[in-house]
């Protein structure tokens, strides 16, 4: 598949049948990941792989618990908001293969020579880190469309990022960022709708 008709065809897929995918295939999905963009190549990121049931549901427990904890507010839609969001946040545990993905602290140039802390240097620069894994999340995504997967990114299962660090024994020098679930879409997808092209490009000629 080409480049363009993957970024075409490409949508979250959250319904999955129970085929499982070959390991060769998990770990080609992460080779691309690796292929990504970083901060001075850095490649902060590291990839977990899951592919154990009881794992999944203990992760969507812990996901669930903390979204039935998070306080109310007083509007009358409170509990549907909160099933809708607790199905968004714990639908991988249906996948056949959840990507954990992590980043470790990168020591950037501009560490060397002033006298910032880390953190407030990454800020500065907006989250180098962040935007890094964001391009390799991406590649996850292109790729599982290329290789005949559907998969869906995932940041609300991060309610529970100490529990979920637990879990996955997740070292102390990295941080959970983000998930993608993986698998064989159940059913034919369809995109979504976008904002019209002049609607986003502004150019400064
Ligand atoms: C940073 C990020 C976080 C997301 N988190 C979730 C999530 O927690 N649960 C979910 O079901 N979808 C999640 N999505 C998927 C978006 O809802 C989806 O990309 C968006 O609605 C556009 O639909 P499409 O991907 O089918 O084009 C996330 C996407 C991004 C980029």
């Known amino acids: 598949m080409d480049l363009k008709q993957a970024i075409e065809k490409r949508t979250s897929v959250r319904n999955f049948t129970n085929d499982c ?53 007083k509007s009358i839609a409170s509990d549907n908001v909160k099933a809708q969001v607790e199905w968004f946040a714990t639908f991988f545990e249906n996948a056949p293969a959840v990507i954990a993905i992590a980043i470790e602290n990168y020591e950037s140039v501009l560490e060397k020579g ?67 679930a993986v698998g064989k879409s159940k059913s034919d997808t369809n995109t979504k709708s976008r904002k019209s092209l002049n609607e986003i490009f502004k150019l400064i000629d």
């Open 21 to 73: 995918i070959p390991i060769d295939d998990l770990k080609e999905l992460v080779r691309r990941a690796g292929l990504a963009p970083s901060v001075n190549n850095y490649q902060p990121w590291l990839f977990y792989v899951i592919t154990n049931k009881k794992v999944l549901s203990n992760m969507a427990f812990k996901v669930a618990n903390k979204i039935n904890q998070l306080p109310a507010n």
């Open 114 to 180: 002033v006298d910032l802390s880390h953190t407030e240097i990454n800020r500065i620069r907006n989250y180098p880190d962040i935007q890094s894994v964001g391009a390799s999340i991406q590649n996850i995504l292109l790729s599982a469309v290329d290789m005949g997967y559907g998969a869906c990114w995932l940041s609300a299962p991060m309610v529970a990022k100490t529990e979920l660090e637990k879990i996955l024994e997740i070292k102390p020098s990295h941080n959970l960022i983000a998930f993608v």
